[in-house]
Antibody
Framework: QVQLQQSGPGLVKPSQTLSLTCAIS??????????WSWIRQSPSGGLEWLGR?????????DYAVSVKSRMTINADTSKNQFSLQLNSVTPEDTAVYYC???????????WGQGTLVTVSS | DIVMTQSPLSLPVTPGEPASISCRSS???????????LHWYLQKPGQSPQLLIY???NRASGVPDRFSGSGSGTDFTLKINKVEAEDVGVYSC?????????FGQGTKLEIK
């Protein structure tokens, strides 16, 4: 059974970098059958897909256009985890951030517990 | 980006009664491989979203058979045969045909 455990600060100052980590158990971040994504939920409730990383003979990344210039997703094979970095945050980045595992044909069938990140000075 | 539109946004239901949620996409979600990349999620209060239905009509592991998904192309429906108290939460459809994967606004189901 795949389990995802998120970690990272809940408060980030404006203009700084938001960093979150998702530790994986029950699967490998290098799996050829999985993709590892970040999704956030704004205070208004809507879910927004941010991006993903996946390994298919080489590492691949996709990002939402809305955050592409500020966002990096990295996989750490030594720790079997992946991470999110979002630069130059503003209060509009305040949200609950989820990591999730899934591929297009299966949907996101495993989710982290969620991390509320507040951007405030 | 593919726009997903759900209705209704609020759904009060009496226990034991059926419920239905509609989801429409701005373009067909049918892939050339024959799969339709539409999934349904339920987010119970205080929890992370959970997968209910994948590829439009397949129940995810452990999902009760009172939940069913149907539809094709751009029009999809999630039905709950007989609503139970534990079904309260926000139901969201999501397209995975292309990135960015996009979600509907969510339908909040509450018990009358």
């Amino acid at each position: 059974q795949v389990q995802l455990q998120q970690s990272g600060p809940g408060l980030v100052k404006p203009s700084q970098t938001l960093s979150l980590t998702c530790a994986i158990s029950g699967d490998s971040v290098s799996s050829n059958n999985a993709a590892w994504s970040w999704i956030r939920q704004s205070p208004s409730g809507g879910l927004e897909w941010l991006g993903r990383t996946y390994y298919r003979s080489k590492w691949n990344n996709d990002y939402a256009v809305s955050v592409k210039s500020r966002m990096t997703i990295n996989a750490d094979t030594s720790k079997n985890q992946f991470s999110l970095q979002l630069n130059s945050v503003t209060p509009e980045d305040t949200a609950v951030y989820y990591c999730a595992e899934g591929v297009a044909a299966r949907g996101y069938d495993h989710w982290g517990q969620g991390t509320l990140v507040t951007v405030s000075s | 980006d593919i726009v997903m539109t759900q209705s209704p946004l609020s759904l009060p239901v009496t226990p034991g009664e059926p419920a239905s949620i509609s989801c429409r996409s701005s373009q067909s979600l049918l892939h050339s491989n024959g799969n339709t990349y539409l999934h349904w999620y339920l987010q119970k209060p205080g929890q992370s979203p959970q997968l209910l239905i994948y590829l439009a009509s397949n129940r995810a592991s452990g999902v009760p058979d009172r939940f069913s998904g149907s539809g094709s192309g751009t029009d999809f429906t999630l039905k709950i045969n007989k609503v139970e108290a534990e079904d309260v939460g926000v139901y969201s459809c999501m397209q995975a045909l292309q990135t960015p994967h996009t979600f509907g606004q969510g339908t909040k189901l509450e018990i009358k």
